[in-house]
């Protein structure tokens, strides 16, 4: 019966010092925020409510000047990268009006080129008969 009562008083001093290193584990980390808060107190206590406010309207402008500078320079590259757009489009139109006017006069002179042949000679067949109808009456 001792081994059985000394395996047990063994076991339960092991268990005793997890427990124990567990503990100590515990407290370090529990203590890590508390640290940051009193460190955080002592620090905002240096600091009266005018200078917190002074410090944080600085922040703000300087934020809001950095914003605004981002936009002028976002308005800046818009407006070249529409400028670039729009040459190009008055270049694609251009280039389509010379396109077409091309193929319009080339049609005209093919159109041309068949016409006078065929129209003259109806025409003088026309007067021919006119005159015929114009003396018989």
């Known amino acids: ?18 427990i124990n290193a567990a503990e100590e584990q ?5 203590s890590k925020p508390f640290d940051y808060a009193e460190k955080l107190e002592t620090e905002a206590r240096e600091y009266s409510v005018k200078n917190l406010r002074k410090a944080y309207n600085g922040y703000s ?27 190009e489009a008055a270049e694609t139109v251009a280039e389509t009006a010379d396109e077409v006017t091309s193929v319009a ?14 129209r ?3 025409a003088r067949k026309s007067t021919a008969s006119a005159k015929k109808s114009t003396a018989s009456a």
Do not use: W
């Open 1 to 18: 019966m001792g081994k059985l009562k000394s395996y047990q008083e063994q076991i339960q001093e092991v268990v005793e010092k997890g």
């Open 26 to 30: 515990q407290k370090k980390l529990a």
């Open 61 to 87: 402008e300087n934020l809001f000047e950095q914003l605004r500078s981002l936009n002028t320079r976002f308005g800046s590259f818009a407006s070249d990268l529409v400028a670039k757009l729009e040459k």
């Open 105 to 118: 006069q080339s049609a005209k002179a093919s159109a041309t080129a068949k016409k006078p042949a065929a």
């Open 120 to 122: 003259k000679t109806t």
